[in-house]
């Protein structure tokens, strides 16, 4: 499991009981902004009713309005990389969780965010992958944006990479897997030629399920 998992369940577990009743929890008239049914979504995850009544409590713990802001999101996540500046690379996962693009992270893009990233297919994870690089979200992914979030990723890791990398590491990573995803030469990659890349080169996927660890 990844960090945000950690964030929003493991810690709850230590401090709420599990018997508490999931209507109490969604009806607490302290939360502004209440999620739908549970029912609906375990329909529309993959997580079970009690792994949402557990990530609920989390997240509800951590965020009593039931909203996420940027800022918040920041302090959280920066929690689990002291060794580094999680900053910038929080500040594209909120993006990418930020679905409405409204300033803020509810239960539900939590959730479905969450139920992709840890049970998703492989081709459903390659999207959201896609849109977390796709900063600008035109569509495409340029070779400044992919540089962008491989530098925060770096940024993020801080000293504990082994061995250390060298400034320009980033960009030449960047260089690498941008020539072999830019199947047309035209500059920019899109999900097509993303998703056929990764599935196909090793290498690739295997950079990204790297990167997916840090989520």
Known sequence: MGALMVIFSLQTKQRRKTTDSVEDELELSTVRHRPEGLEQLEAQTRFSRKELQILYRGFKNECPSGVVNEETFKDIYSQFFPQGDASTYAHFLFNAFDTDHNGSVSFEDFVMGLSIL???TVQEKLIWAFNLYDINKDGYISKEEMLDIMKAIYDMMGKCTYPVLKEETPRQHVEVFFQ?????????VTIDEFIDSCQNDENIMRSMHLFENVL
């Open 180 to 188: 072999k995803m830019d199947k047309n030469k035209d500059g920019v």
């Open 118 to 120: 840890l049970r998703g």
